[in-house]
């Protein structure tokens, strides 16, 4: 879990530093995305090629994002694209389509993602703003929170509000995420502290 935490401080430089370079200029190309979408969160992973535009050159900042296209968007996190993209590891899961294999199971290595049963991941399920926050902590480094819960979703819920991995965002914990909230929740999350081991 530590080398995910510095694979993750970096990834934190790298796109503070390119947000430092971009201010908002790349989120105003994509004819789609207006003031009222996160511009900041989507310029800086636009900037890093966490999360790019469609082949119209559009965004789409109110499409829902898939498990599957989450993995994609956590390995790009967590390794860089470039790494992510030449990924090679396997995963248990049988439903996952061949485009986003190498991603899930960058994240499935990791501890990053579960599946819903031991060989079922639901790729094509739209993620939840909790299950997304789940896979934000784990990358942090914070442990399994749902040990010894009756509802797993209720302290993740708590966790990724008390280190404010959800500012900037609206609705419920088990509401469906577009790509505009992503982008925002993993900016927060770039920003959030990490676990800090002691002893």
């Known amino acids: ?19 430092m370079m971009v201010v908002g200029s790349s989120a ?5 995305v207006s003031a009222e979408d996160n511009t900041e969160a989507i310029a800086v992973l636009e900037a890093v ?16 994002v898939t498990r599957n296209e989450m993995a994609v968007i956590m390995s790009k996190l967590m390794l860089g694209t470039y790494a992510a993209d030449s990924y090679v590891g396997s995963h248990p899961f049988t439903d996952v389509p061949d485009w986003a ?8 290595n990791s501890g990053i993602i579960a599946g819903r049963t031991e060989t079922t991941y639901d790729g094509n399920a739209t ?15 914070y442990e399994d929170l749902s040990k010894g819960a009756a509802q ?3 302290p993740v ?22 790509r505009d ?11 959030a502290r990490m676990v800090e081991f002691t002893g």
């Open 152 to 154: 797993w979703d209720q």
């Open 127 to 141: 993620v939840t703003a909790v299950e997304a926050a789940a896979m934000m902590l784990r990358a942090l480094g």
């Open 28 to 32: 105003a190309s994509f004819p789609d």
């Open 1 to 19: 879990m530590r080398n995910l935490k510095r694979a993750l401080s970096l990834a934190l430089a790298s796109v503070m530093l390119m947000g």
């Open 157 to 178: 819920a708590a966790k990724a509000n008390e280190i404010n991995l959800f500012v900037g965002l609206n609705g419920a914990g088990n509401a469906a995420m577009n």
């Open 49 to 64: 090629k966490v999360m790019i535009g469609n082949e119209n050159g559009e965004f789409e900042p109110e499409k829902n």
């Open 101 to 108: 294999s190498k991603y899930v199971a960058a994240c499935y």
């Open 181 to 191: 909230s992503v982008a925002q929740l993993a900016l927060n999350t770039l920003e």
